[in-house]
């Protein structure tokens, strides 16, 4: 017995020493790995706008970063078609009630979904919108270059040089890449668009003391915002003194008296809404826990014992062990299911709101055809701006309600109750002016 005890013993010793080795050689390797992470192969200069130079010393962020190119049907993940995929397709031939909605401005000619990051220069010059008329203010998001155009020349020259020639003039030729959430050679992160810094710096925010987490969300948020412009200007303005709920950006439009067109069926003075995810996340429980847009839409990954950021940036629904299960201790399915039960619930309260509209509308032209006038219309149209402000904000808005479920229930909600004013409103001056048949008789 003692002398198996002995073998045991030594068998279990030459198992156990090789069970070390084989650790601290592992340890040793991704401690090797670990120091050519990041090496420098070329320089990378100030504001450098080609992304494949930065890629000769980050060919892994590189390599997720060319996935956006790569084609992703938007209906594998939803059906709702919101997550800038390489599909192109128009929001009029999905939508057709969206040519009376913005009837008299340009989205009723085209309004295409958007693509992902490596299309938006390209999707920006090709839009009908304006045509050949767009001014600089266009290109402010669309483009890599744009850092290095902003510091030669300044933010008013760049909003007021029609886009065409801006390209032309300073050779603007990449989409959004590296150069716009990126310092060269640091790699910190950095906001890059003017007007951000400045809407930022009016709420008392000082984004050079940010954090680094609070920099994942910013770098997004500069250009994934509402915004507008002065036509005499022409300066990208973002409308958040008053905060960022739709109703402070609402009171701020009304305090400058501030309207993108006037409505051709109703007379109403409306605002078109563009894309307003960092304000509809900033109302969101995800915001009020710290978590940022990276977080799920940019989540780390892993090749051994190198940490990364996946630049494919995408919807969380393609990513979710690594977007949602780093949080949420609960199965795939699940959190696919809560995701998609918050959109069902969103879509339907959307439908409900462009319906009631709609008959807002029609109830407004036909007082316009009893020959009603301004004054008696006032009430209606502010209903009617009211109601389609809020609509488009969930509309325009790419999360399909995710980003803030709450938020954009009550906002829906508060769509369809001033749609239903405006709607009662026009028919109470339709009634006033349309002859009773009592009296008639008389």
């Not at 800038?84 to 397709?89: D, P, V, W």
């Not at 006037?262 to 809404?273: D, F, L, N, R, S």
Request: glycine residues 6%; contains cysteine.
């Amino acid at each position: 017995m003692a002398r198996y005890r002995f073998w045991f013993l030594f068998a279990g010793s030459i198992i156990f020493t090789v069970i070390v080795l084989a650790l601290l050689v592992s340890i040793f390797e991704r401690k090797q790995q670990a120091r050519v992470v990041f090496p420098q192969v070329v320089e990378v200069k100030h504001n450098e706008p080609d992304p494949s130079v930065w890629g000769k010393n980050f060919p892994r962020e590189y390599e997720t970063y060319m996935k956006t190119l790569t084609t992703m049907e938007m209906s594998e993940y939803s059906k709702y078609g919101r997550y800038g995929g390489s599909e192109a397709f128009s929001k009029l031939d999905k939508y057709p009630n969206y040519i009376r909605l913005f009837a008299g401005y340009p989205f009723s000619v085209e309004y295409r979904e958007e693509r992902g990051h490596l299309n938006a220069l390209e999707d920006m010059l090709a839009t009908k919108r304006l045509g050949d008329n767009k001014p600089g203010a266009c290109v402010t998001c669309k483009s890599s270059d744009n850092p290095r155009v902003f510091e030669a020349i300044g933010e008013d020259k760049f909003y007021q040089t029609p886009a065409k020639e801006l390209i032309a003039t300073h050779g603007i030729e990449h989409s959004i890449s590296c150069a716009d959430c990126h310092e060269a050679g640091t790699m910190e992160l950095r906001v890059t668009r003017p007007a951000f810094i400045r809407a930022m710096s009016e709420r008392g925010i000082d984004i050079s003391k940010a954090s680094h987490q609070e920099m994942r969300s910013y770098v997004c948020g500069q250009c994934h915002v509402e915004y507008y412009w002065q036509k005499s200007d022409i300066k990208l303005t973002f409308p958040w003194i008053n905060g960022f709920r739709i109703d402070d950006i609402e009171a701020y439009y009304d305090e400058i008296g501030f309207s993108d067109w006037t409505h051709q069926e109703t007379g109403a003075a409306m605002v078109k809404i563009q894309h307003p995810e960092f304000e509809l996340w900033s109302t969101g429980i995800h915001a009020r826990s710290g978590v940022t847009c990276p977080d799920c839409h940019m989540p780390y990954m892993r090749e051994g014992s190198i940490k990364l950021t996946d630049h494919w940036i995408q919807t969380p629904l393609a990513t979710i062990t690594r977007s949602c299960l780093q949080c949420h201790n609960q199965t795939e399915s699940e959190m696919k299911s809560r995701v998609i039960e918050i959109q069902d619930r969103t879509f339907s309260l959307l439908n409900r709101s462009e319906n009631a509209i709609i008959a807002a509308m029609d109830g407004i032209k036909l007082a316009i055809e009893a020959g009603a006038g301004d004054a008696e219309l006032k009430r209606a149209r502010e209903l009617h701006r009211k109601a389609q402000i809020r609509w488009d904000f969930i509309s325009a808005e790419n999360s399909m309600g995710f980003h803030s479920g709450q938020e954009a229930v009550r906002m829906l909600g508060d769509s369809i109750d001033y749609a239903r004013q405006a709607e009662l409103e026009a028919y109470k001056v339709l009634v006033k002016r349309r002859p009773q048949p009592e009296r008639a008789a008389r």
